[in-house]
């Protein structure tokens, strides 16, 4: 497509109310689902998604935004539409705005059983709320972890509050729909360790960590549920120092699960 | 007070549109520090704060949920309103509103020169985000660190956002505003370090970490101010696993400081 017939798709566009409602009923999980598709917002994420060249179908943006862009970066996108902060803000799931909203296609993500026996991995038993899993995903991606094997009860990866805490992070980590048992009972057979946050378990400091293991987080207030305990090879816990007091009951699952990355990270460093 | 006398104190009490007003009002920064009073949201919030025996000036709440209460906790409070979800909606700075919210006066904290030649103590500049400072804040109850210094221009412990991540851990964590160049200043006097988050830092693994020491984290997208890089005696980071690649350019600073704090812990425990 050269420039000519860019700027001529570019004045044919625009933000229909049949548009905007299709954009809307994608922040709902089943709409994303038969659709196949998700919406990021804010100008850095959807500059990420097009520098990986990942699926666009659709770019709504302050002209201002598209202007910015360097061409070849527009160029896979189905539709690009410019629009003003009033017709953002009607798409948008934000109180306010940015100036860039995309709809992308959803990656198809094979399983690969194989992924578990190279390194680390993420196991999440009813993770809810949706910034704690994107925070959990912009961890796993600094601290290098690729996969992350969520319950089906987990908030879904796509939620866009997911996506805004995630930030870049979800384009470098795979996130799984599954039935965690199946995952525990391949990891076993392939003899690897299951290190399940526990607030009995062993102080992550002192306890023998591999380099190859799946790092198992439970729920915000029940934990691990007590189906999938009888999985877990080795029960760890970060020691709270603070002695008892009222209201530090638990660490947040996404600061456990940072600091519990941490801890895998140096002690693979100290191994090699 | 006995039952009889409670239970008419109950009967007068009404949420008048006066008070409504007045609560919303908290939301915001000005009006909270005029009247040295907050909001905190959340049945369970709402009992550790009674159970912690703060100054409630005002509980709104269901009436199953004053029911429930011990009498001996709803002593200290000078008004208790019943109120239903119609009325608990009109004062809740949440889309869906809690059973109960209450109004704190805030405490009066004077700041103890001596507080940082005792073990750890956090600083943080221009931290914005009131999740951040929530989590950091119960990140800091957790490993036992009981005062965090902030730059004037950090969001507010009172905003309400800031005391939803926090939880209970507010309660034990004394948040400072201050001037960090005075802070600083009186800590290299005394020979405490400072051990500022910098990208181009020395990995925190490998670095050595004093018992004492200031923990100083900066801004979310712009680290610490350049004004204030001077005073860091020991520039630390946590090493990136993950390589280079679209969307991972940094740990979000709650995260960070959740990683450091155990870092710190963990060499603690190596010392002693």
Known sequence: MNLTTFVSVFKQQMLSKNKINFILSLQKKKAREE????????????KEFLLAKQ??????????????LPLFHKQGIREVIPAGYDNLKKISSLKTPHNALAVVRMPEIKMDPDDITGGLTVALDFVQDPG????????????????????????????????????????????????????????????????????DGESVYSHKLCKTGIIF???????????????????????RISGTGTG?????????????????TRARGRQG
Chains 1, 2 share one sequence.
């Open 35 to 46: 659709a196949k598709l998700f919406v990021i917002e804010g100008d850095k994420l959807v």
């Open 55 to 68: 699926p666009v179908e659709m770019l709504i943006a302050k002209p201002e935004f598209l202007n910015s």
């Open 132 to 199: 704690n899993l994107g925070t959990i995903i912009r961890a796993a991606a600094w601290f290098g972890i690729r996969n992350i094997y969520c319950s089906e009860n987990c908030v879904d990866v796509y939620n866009p509050k997911v996506i805004q805490a995630s930030m870049g992070a979800i384009l470098n980590v795979r996130v799984y729909y599954t039935d965690l048992k199946d995952l525990f009972r391949a990891a076993l057979k392939n003899k690897v360790r299951i290190y399940g946050a526990m607030l």
């Open 217 to 239: 987080l439970g729920n915000e207030s029940k934990g691990i549920s007590e189906e999938l305990q009888p999985f877990i090879t080795d029960r760890i816990m970060i020691p």
């Open 248 to 264: 530090i009951d638990s660490l947040n699952v996404s600061m456990a699960a940072s600091v519990i990355f941490s801890e895998f």
